[in-house]
């Protein structure tokens, strides 16, 4: 999993509020909720994701940003000015839409131009401003150019230049690389965001694609029916999600299913039918109640041998944290295996190995009989 | 025989088989366009003789005679009715496509954005027209715009005038009569070229500090430039050329070139003189068009504009 290599931290405003402000907004398209009261802050000079599965309410929260969708209810503040009545074009906000929608009669430049003639610039201005968006996105041997004489990673540099040339308090990116292959999309990913910072512009992005979202955005907005379930760093979404949605939908995760047995400040214990997890932190809850352990494939140790006590990280979780399975499945993906096993109880467990070693000394395979381990600290407790 | 099929098989699917397809349409045109066109120049290059025109090519003891006159494109130049008449021709035939194209273009917008289960039901709508006979919906003209015609009865009847005013046989007739016969044509290519437009694009302009109202200038009018050429072509043309229209509706200031043609071929029976209009007519409008879409072809070379 790729993290964003220079998290920029989140600053306030210079007045202390923050610089976009999202209110109860509510959308509805006849009955059904779109976007169920969101409320959001957004600091200046935030890279801010929305994440979710299609159909989740961000893309309809990202038009009522841009304008082309009123909302049903609540309040948009910019700058602590409220842009709720305003139109597209009265708002201090350009977006890069998905695919890029470039004017396919214009040239690069005038695609580029197109937001400044509406702004009545003189003419040397513009042709000045253009000339600075084309050296920010090198495509500056491209100018007299139609779109379609383009790659897709050009067009979509001219589409960055295209919405930042107003200079706009707020840039709005919808799927910022969903039409571009793999391998373009992750040099892309950390060009986008040396140039969004480079301009300093406060940015939200919508994506679906958790590996875009936590590579470039200083922050993210887990979305799911309508609703914001979880906001925080990208490694705090995945090392702390706060519910069992979270955890599954960003990156993947074993759940396993138990009962709160001890309840002490610094530990809890909970009872699942595969094993008893020791968890060395504390959770809100109440002995007797429901609750799920998650723990991540890449947290899990896999081997023939059962762990010595020493290599556990408090003699605590000794009997804890452990089950016996068999290898039903795996899977070599060069750095790293992903192995499936099938615990006695019946439940299968994802692990993943990073193969450091090149020749690696465990050498498991189908059938095998293993020990999968974990530590306490690694896991988290989802009552929700 | 298996490889023999396979090789035709492979000759239709290939590059033969585009010429094949091609060259259908291309041998009728020769047919029926370029081999009459031909007949009708070498027609307009003879001499009448009395009532009938002498061939150009004569089998004479054992000599060919070619004779070619050039005497009636150099008549047509010093009668200044032709080119009066041609002039005029034009302009009503412009006319005619400007006013189709403002009466068109927002209708095909709006038929463009209505919902797409409506967009049947008026496509349905600018067609009826066509299931009657169009001879019959342009004298229908005449019966409403006469004297005494229904528009002249019912103002009078209502005080708005004292006497009935003169619509029939005039340009307003003339140019009412065309429009209304072309009108679809126009309709029709606007419509196909709007509503495939990617309304992604107007939002885009709007995003970038457009008003709706410059958004239509700025982006829906040039990205439907094709359409409205398409339309204008198809409107202008026959319009150029038209006679029946100009017959019914029109009258002594109305001067068409196909009522010209008439004469000569009918009136007159000077053959020659009446081909020699018509291939005039022809280049006058093959020629500016044959360059405009070069320069468009050139212009949008590549592109999906």
Known sequence: MATNPNPKPATASANGKPFLQIKRIVKKFDDVFAVDEVTLDIQQGEIFALLGSSGCGKSTLLRMLAGFEAPTSGQILLAGQDIVGLAPYQRPI???????????????????????????????EIATRVGQMLDLVQLKAYAKRKPHQLSGGQQQRVALARSLAKRPKLLLLDEPLGALDAKLRERTQLELVGIIEQVGVTCVMVTHDQE????????????????????????????TPNCRFVADFIGSVNLFKGVVEVDEADHVVIASPECRHYVSHGITGTEGMEAHVAVRPEKIAIQTEPPADAERDSLAEVGFNMAQGEIKDLAYLGS????????????????????????DSTNLTWGDRVYVWWCGSDVVVLTQ | MATATHSLHDKLTGAWGRTLVISVPMVF???????????????????????????????????????????NYIGLTQDSLYLETYLSSIKFAGLTTAICLLIAYPFAYFMARSPADMRPALLMLVMLPFWTSFLLRVYAWKMLLTDSGVFNNIAMALGLISEPIKMMNTPFSLVLG????????????????????????????????????????????????SGIIAG??????????????????????????????????????????????????????????????????????????
Request: negative net charge.
């Open chain 2, 29 to 71: 045109l020769l047919i029926v366009f370029l081999l009459p066109f031909l007949v009708v120049f070498k027609i307009s290059l003879s001499e009448m003789d009395v009532v009938f025109f002498k061939d150009v090519l004569v089998w004479k003891d054992d000599v060919i005679a070619i004779t070619l006159r050039f005497g």
């Open chain 2, 232 to 305: 204008s072509m198809l409107v202008f043309i026959p319009c150029v050329g038209e006679f029946v229209i100009p017959e019914l509706l029109g009258g002594p200031q109305t001067l068409m070139i196909g009522r010209v043609l008439w004469d000569e071929f009918f009136s007159n029976n000077d053959w020659p003189m009446a081909a020699t209009v018509a291939v005039v007519m022809v280049l006058l409008i093959i020629v500016p068009l044959a360059l405009f879409n070069k320069y468009q072809a050139e212009s949008t070379a590549g592109g999906r504009a």
């Open chain 1, 336 to 359: 790293l295996t992903t192995y499936h096993v099938r615990l006695d109880s019946g439940m299968v467990v994802k692990v993943t190995h990073t193969n450091a070693a090149r020749r």
């Open chain 1, 94 to 124: 350009n977006m890069m839409f998905q695919s890029y929608a470039l004017f396919p009669h214009l040239t690069v430049w005038d695609n580029i131009a197109f937001g400044l003639h509406r702004d009545g610039m003189p003419k040397d």
């Open chain 2, 178 to 225: 065309m429009v209304y016969t072309y009108v679809p044509f126009m309709i029709l290519p606007l419509y196909a070229n709007l509503v495939k437009m990617d309304l992604r694009l107007l939002e885009a302009a709007l995003d970038l500090g457009a008003t709706p109202w410059q958004a239509f200038w700025r982006v829906t009018v040039p990205l439907s430039k």
């Open chain 1, 212 to 239: 875009e979202a936590m590579t470039m955005a200083t922050r993210i907005g887990v979305m799911s029916e309508g609703k914001i379930l979880q906001i925080g760093k990208p490694d705090e979404i995945y090392e």
